[in-house]
């Protein structure tokens, strides 16, 4: 509840999402991202591509993991905002890699990629403006 009341008390943009929205968007997006990171990780396991095309993926998962201690557990803004930088960054890399591979695995990527280029913007601007 400490840290509810932590982020809830933070200056945020008029234009950030209501905090009930998050579950739902978040729901969704694991359940594209499990089905599509799963087919890389299967094919990388039957050796029909290669490990350095999952390792963005990989990366990807460990820096989604840890935003939500980072930003609620330590209350870190600014490491929150290098962590949904890496994100965004690894998510892009993986589109990239996979793209001649596994085309669909990229396009199903998209509203993730979209969510979480608006969770950057969102990270930066509250960053910003709790600094």
Same mark, same amino acid.
């Given at each position: 509840m400490n840290n509810y009341s932590w982020y809830s008390q933070m200056i945020k943009p008029a234009?950030?999402?209501p905090a009930? +929205?998050?579950a739902p968007v978040w729901?969704?997006?694991y359940i594209l991202i499990a089905i599509s990171f799963g087919k890389v990780f299967l094919m990388v396991w039957k050796k029909k591509i290669s490990f350095s095309v999952a390792l963005p993926f990989i990366l990807n998962l460990v820096f989604n993991f840890a935003f939500t201690p980072i930003q609620f557990? +330590?209350?870190n803004n600014i490491l929150a905002a290098v962590d949904i930088l890496l994100v965004l960054g690894t998510l892009?890399?993986?589109m990239v890699a996979v793209f001649k591979r596994i085309r669909w695995v990229?396009?199903?990527q998209i509203p993730y990629l979209l969510w979480v280029s608006f969770a950057t913007i969102l990270q930066l601007t509250i960053t910003y403006l709790n600094r």
């Open positions: 234009w950030a999402p009930w +929205l998050f729901t969704f997006l557990g +330590l209350q892009i890399w993986a990229t396009f199903l």
